[in-house]
């Protein structure tokens, strides 16, 4: 099973990045997938998450900001960041939930 994330790079305050998630060598379909983010010296925490059915839960903190989705037939999962703040900078992973799957994880850095 391989997780791919990418999509991170550089970014002003304000702006947007779209997160995507590939798979190989598992159907994302049946599964709760979730995005995490590990912010410099600091643990890594639940951004958002979307369950098989499609309903998706957020952070407090990029509610209203993020949206999380998935596409079953690329057998990808996606996070749209919009409006960028300098905190939400951090290494970003996706991650089958309840299982061990995590992908190798995308650098976003947002610039005050």
């Known amino acids: 099973v391989q997780l791919q994330a990418f999509g991170g790079g550089l970014v002003q305050a304000g702006g947007s990045l779209r997160l995507s998630c590939a798979a190989s060598g598992i159907i994302l379909s049946p599964h709760k997938m979730g995005w995490y983010r590990q912010a410099p010296e600091k643990q890594r925490e639940s951004v958002a998450s979307i369950h098989s059915g499609g309903s998706a839960n957020y952070a407090d903190d990029v509610k209203g900001r993020f949206t999380i989705s998935r596409d079953n037939a690329k057998n990808t999962v996606y996070l749209q960041m919009n409006g960028l703040k300098p905190e939400d900078t951090g290494v970003y992973y996706c991650?089958?939930?309840?299982?061990?799957?995590w992908g190798k994880g995308t650098l976003v850095t947002v610039s005050s």
């Open positions: 991650h089958v939930e309840w299982t061990d799957y």
